[in-house]
T-cell receptor, first 114, second 108 residues
């Protein structure tokens, strides 16, 4: 139980283009989903929190117009990186939380912007 | 300020050599302390949640304990497949505050 998927697992895009990453909770309904990014040999950095049907709450320093988050249903959240630049290259990980306090993480998406 | 500190940063063990990982925390209104395992290039895998001092949880070779200031992850007779980064996190507002992790390497 508590399986979270992400798609795609890897994506390479050109500078200036947009990329969408999907996060799905497969066997439970997620009241809240979270988006993180992780740089090599560093811990996870929370980018934003999203609740189904509501606007996402972004952490300080995260550009909401650059990282668009949509939480359309209790099992799906998407992160769109708009006008991507090489500095946006990173490992993006989503997590989902049901009724309890535990967050279950997806396998991550490796974004490379050339 | 809410904070989580893990030690050591890296740990090398021989197969079968038991040890402990430390997670020290300061948080206002602890809602839970979480342990995750992360393999390279993958998302964290949930291991344990601890809610109150004195609580203990076990899973195979892993045992997590909690006091009011810190948590320990005890690894008994580790195997090479236990090699990974172990992350500790606390929650007060519903968000997770992560430590920097302990990278464990178990040599056969």
């Amino acid at each position: 139980g508590a399986v979270v998927s992400q798609h795609p697992s890897r994506v390479i895009c050109k500078s200036g283009t947009s990329v969408k990453i999907e996060c799905r909770s497969l066997d439970f309904q997620a009241t809240t989903m979270f988006w993180y990014r992780q740089f090599p040999k560093q811990s996870l950095m929370l980018m934003a929190t999203s609740n189904e049907g509501s606007k996402a709450t972004y952490e300080q320093g995260v550009e909401k117009d650059k990282f668009l988050i949509n939480h359309a249903s209790l099992t799906l959240s998407t992160l769109t990186v708009t006008s991507a630049h090489p500095e946006d290259s990173s490992f993006y990980i989503c997590s989902a939380r049901a009724q309890g306090h535990e967050q279950y993480f997806g396998p991550g998406t490796r974004l490379t912007v050339t | 300020e809410d904070q989580v500190t893990q030690s050591p940063e890296a740990l090398r063990l021989q197969e079968g050599e038991s040890s402990s990982l430390n997670c020290s925390y300061t948080v206002s209104g602890l809602r839970g302390l979480f342990w995750y395992r992360q393999d390279p290039g993958k998302g964290p895998e949930f291991l344990f949640t601890l809610y109150s001092a004195g609580e203990e949880k076990e899973k195979e070779r892993l045992k997590a304990t909690l006091t009011k200031k810190e948590s320990f992850l005890h690894i008994t007779a580790p195997k090479p497949e236990d090699s990974a980064t172990y992350l500790c996190a606390v929650s007060n507002t519903g968000k997770l505050i992560f430590g920097q992790g302990t990278t464990l390497q178990v040599k056969p």
